[in-house]
């Protein structure tokens, strides 16, 4: 059994940053005086940053039993399964640990008691939400608040930035060096060197992880470079459509079973790309990649609404995520985004969906009539009918087959025709949709574009 437990522990990840210790109890006493000694309660408080007493105090109220604190000693009248806590502890960090809104357990400190509600901010996500008031517990929290940090700012994007700056400018002077810098480098420019989109999808891999393992990175560092070798300056060329499959093998396959965290560097790594290539046609670009990578299930959904909601920046660190490049990605993903958020991909699923039940009952209809003339066939040979009229039937069957087929044919070429004229649709209509916003913007663009070009990071700004 592990000691450590992630807070709560019904989150199943296991490289889950938020860690508390396993509950750790003895039983004291028998009868009718036996008592449940929680031997390691400060470990754990210390770990939900709540004050010492207020597991206990919960736990306590849902088993309608009494404690006795005293120090080092934190006692519980009968005798508790840890089991049993654990799960009782569970509830109090879904209730005053968590934030409601991101559930991530950020909202220490900031914790405010009024006289009607409890109300919490939330360091991560920044969102001010009630905690539950009418547990018996919060007229405990009400008699005894938690510290408040007033001076602290609720960390995010839109506040505290230069302290944020700061804090991660050190964090990168200490960490990357002049040898790790020059290798990163190397190897965003070496890789474009590595991947021939005229050679087979498997080739590839194979010489991109040679060229990777030279490097010996960490997944972060690889996953960065990554992206900068492998996603090309246009994308709606054959190009790209070769490469995709290769991201997501590498993204699946290659990130010692944490594609997600894999991913998130891989998003690291395109915040800093579109700095460096596409110079303020991102509005264009980065939608169209997400989409691309949307479409081929190496994006989903729920990932990209934890990206934007700062979820996932959370739950993985890396020394080269940078609030600049986040906030860049965010605004030119925006119509990504957006159009996440309306889902309009569900419809486009259930009508091909219904396409291909459609094919299949036809191609069982057709083996069902084979069947039958095969059927009908043997019955006529069993009456010993002549060969001359079975050498007939051959024949005439084998023309009915070949007529068959050529239907077929005429019928798949008819759904390709329809799958390709659909996609130009949608094509067509993304255009025509990014063409007005482009226009509209074209003004602002332009004048940020020369501010922009004063602040661009390159590689060798890391
Ligand atoms: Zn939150």
Partial sequence: MESELNIPSTVNDPHYRYKMPRIQTTIQGSGNGIKTNWVNLPDVSNALKVPVEYPIKFISRELGANTDIKPNSYLINGSHSAEDMQKLLDKFIKKYVLCPKCHLPEIHGKIKVGKKDIKSTCRSCGSTCKLDSAHDFAAYIKR????????????????????????EKKKKETKIDKELKKNIKECCLGLPDKIKDEEPIEKNIDEIKQFLAKYDFSLDLKFYCFTFGIIPTEIYTKSFEHRLPIIKHFIEKESDNNPDEALYNFLIGFQDLIFSRQKGKNKIYVPSVLYYLYDRDILSEDFWKDYLNGVVQKKYQSILNSTDGEKQLKESAKDFSDWIETGPYE???EEKKDKEKEKEEKENEKEKEKEKEKAEDEEENKKGKGKEKKKKNKKKKKAEEKEKEKEKEKLKQKEKKEEKEEKEEKEDKKEEKEDKKEDKKEEKEEKKEDKKEEEEIDIDGI
């Fill in 144 to 167: 005894n608040p938690p510290p408040y940090e007033e001076d602290d700012k609720v960390a995010g994007e839109k506040v505290a930035p230069e302290k944020e700056k700061e804090k």
């Fill in 347 to 349: 419809g486009d699923e």
